[in-house]
T-cell receptor, first 114, second 116 residues
């Protein structure tokens, strides 16, 4: 079956612009996660959704970052007024039900802020 | 809070076994030990997980110390395609809604180089 998909695969933007990154989880997966990976670094947790609600937003680095999930499926991560330090690969993952289960990752969106 | 520590890098010769260590000295009784790996330019993928007993699957074996304070991922015959960053992670199994930050702590993992 289809895995987790993300779009766009690459995004180049100018400092100060807003960007939206999209994640389509595996059908039927209720848990969805966003991570960020800077060049040569490990994964940094951003936010976790259970259904449409986000019980854990602890990883969002600033109020410029927000995310939503609608219909218990697609999620959008929005970065407002992008900064150069936002440049990274943004990874989305989903799991069937909860946080103790295997996470299936998408290929990521490579964001470059000039 | 339970976290894991791994060596930054390891090397292995092709077709030889590889033992990737992970320390988790503050592991709790409900923490499962999960391993993921990330191939170059890809998202991480699940490898294996276990609680107390050693586990085997088609990709690897997981050996868990009796006190559960450490574990070792074993690749029986390394191939060039096994070159990746390997992450050891703890996941609390007591509730699917556990949201402590360490649930999602991947750290920097171990970068495995396979030498032809």
């Amino acid at each position: 079956g289809a895995g987790v998909s993300q779009s766009p695969s690459n995004k180049v933007t100018e400092k100060g612009k807003d960007v939206e990154l999209r994640c389509d989880p595996i059908s039927g997966h209720t848990a969805l996660y966003w991570y960020r990976q800077s060049l040569g670094q490990g994964l940094e947790f951003l936010i976790y959704f259970q259904g449409n609600s986000a019980p854990d937003k602890s990883g969002l680095p600033s109020d410029r970052f927000s995310a939503e999930r609608t219909g218990g499926s697609v999620s959008t991560l929005t970065i407002q007024r992008t900064q150069q330090e936002d440049s990274a690969v943004y990874l989305c993952a989903s799991s069937l039900y909860g946080t103790q289960e295997t996470q299936y990752f998408g290929p990521g969106t490579r964001l470059l802020v000039l | 809070d339970a976290k894991t520590t791994q060596p930054n890098s390891m090397e292995s010769n092709e077709e030889e076994p590889v033992h990737l260590p992970c320390n988790h000295s503050t592991i709790s009784g409900t923490d499962y030990i999960h391993w993921y790996r990330q191939l170059p330019s890809q998202g991480p993928e699940y490898v294996i997980h276990g609680l107390t007993s050693n586990v085997n699957n088609r990709m690897a074996s997981l050996a868990i110390a009796e006190d559960r304070k450490s574990s070792t991922l074993i690749l029986h015959r390394a191939t060039l395609r096994d070159a990746a960053v390997y992450y050891c992670i703890l996941r609390d199994d007591s509730s699917p809604l556990i949201t402590t930050g360490n649930q999602f702590y991947f750290g920097t993992g171990t970068s495995l180089t396979v030498i032809p």
